[in-house]
């Protein structure tokens, strides 16, 4: 029997002793047999590094004296990792038992495949599982406007999404990316791009690999939860920072991986979107208006990142503007029933 892949769980926390616990609880269940745990902590001052010391037996763990962002932590704790995959996590998810092993299992359908991602549910702060379940995401897609949503967010889950399916790409609260992929897509050796900090890195990495011709796969046997804090209608209840960097990292992501067929395809909506947005910063939330200063102050170097995606993109504007669509846009695998034999699913999967 051939030896399995090594998978690094990766997990960022910052301020995060109410989920910490539970999470790594999770992950340390899994029914898989090869795994590897990275702890980066972004200067934690709630109780986190306490909770983490009781697992510094069974996961590496890491204190930055500062908080350095969730990019660049991510790149921190990939480093150090030696998995054939890597598993990016969320503190505020909570993984089903199978979870890796059924990703690992989706694995071998496809080797142009870079990025798994599952089918992951609502759950509140407590981290009950609740009896009604809520869709948070099953991938990402993009809108002919640029923005990026999670597919099936908010939609009562009633057994839906049970085909595998090809998809833009997946969200960094647990998103499963192939070691080849991240050494391949990196520019400059940084997976995700530190100049975002925060939020929209994922989906950053999510456009760069299908410029670079890889692709994402949707799992619906791979489930698990997560208490979302950031969706659609809730910029005002998050702190002005976040809000700023969401604004930022727009035009960041837009600069280094858009091509003139999808411009030029979607002009109008991007263009009165931007000035919505704009006309939103200079009257409403004007604490974002930096984010058009710290765009313009760095926009040689994000330049410069451009040249290098787009120098080595492999792929046509007409596989890319397939993806920008006001509704989700999924292609099914389409492959042999035999070779679809999911990891039995544990109670509560949500299958």
């Not at 975002?196 to 989906?203: G, M, N, V």
Request: hydrophobic content about 40%; glycine content about 6%.
């Amino acid at each position: 029997m051939a030896e399995k892949d090594l998978v690094s769980v990766t997990i960022v926390t910052y301020n995060s002793g109410r989920f910490i616990r539970r999470c790594l609880e999770s992950v340390l269940e899994q029914r898989y047999p090869r795994l590897e745990v990275i702890v980066i902590d972004n200067a934690s001052t709630d109780g986190t590094p306490d909770i983490l010391e009781r697992f510094e037996k069974r996961c590496t763990l890491v204190y930055n004296e500062e908080n350095i962002g969730f990019a660049a932590a991510q790149n921190q704790a990939i480093a150090l990792s030696r998995g054939d995959w890597v598993l990016t996590l969320n503190p505020d998810v909570l993984l089903l038992p199978t979870f890796v092993a059924s990703l690992m299992d989706t694995a071998k359908l496809d080797p142009a495949v870079g990025t798994l991602c599952g089918k992951l549910l609502m759950i509140d702060a407590s981290f009950q599982i609740p009896d009604q379940r809520v869709v948070d995401s099953t991938g990402i897609y993009f809108t002919p406007t640029l923005r990026h949503l999670d597919r099936g967010c908010l939609q009562t889950y009633n057994g839906h999404f049970r085909e595998y399916e090809y998809v833009f790409g997946a969200t960094a609260a647990a998103a499963c990316y192939r070691r080849k992929m991240i050494e391949d897509i990196s520019v400059d050796d940084e997976f995700f791009d530190p100049d975002f900090f925060t939020y929209r890195e994922d989906a950053d990495v999510a456009w760069r690999a299908q410029l670079l011709g890889w692709k994402c796969l949707y799992d619906p046997n791979a489930s698990g939860y997560h208490v979302r804090k950031l969706r659609p209608g809730m910029r005002r209840f998050l702190p002005p920072e976040i809000n700023m960097h969401s604004v930022k990292n727009r035009f960041l992501m837009r600069l280094k991986n858009i091509t003139a067929g999808v411009y030029l395809r979607n002009l109008l909506p991007i263009t009165l979107r931007d000035i919505g947005i704009f006309g939103y910063c200079l009257l409403v939330e004007r604490s974002s208006l930096k984010a058009f200063y710290l765009f313009l102050r760095d926009w040689r170097r994000v330049l410069a990142k451009r040249r290098v995606i787009q120098q080595r993109r492999r792929v046509d504007d007409t596989y890319m503007k397939q993806w920008f669509r006001f509704h989700p846009v999924s292609i099914p695998l389409s492959v042999p029933a035999e070779q679809l034999t999911p990891v039995r699913m544990a109670k509560g999967a949500g299958s």
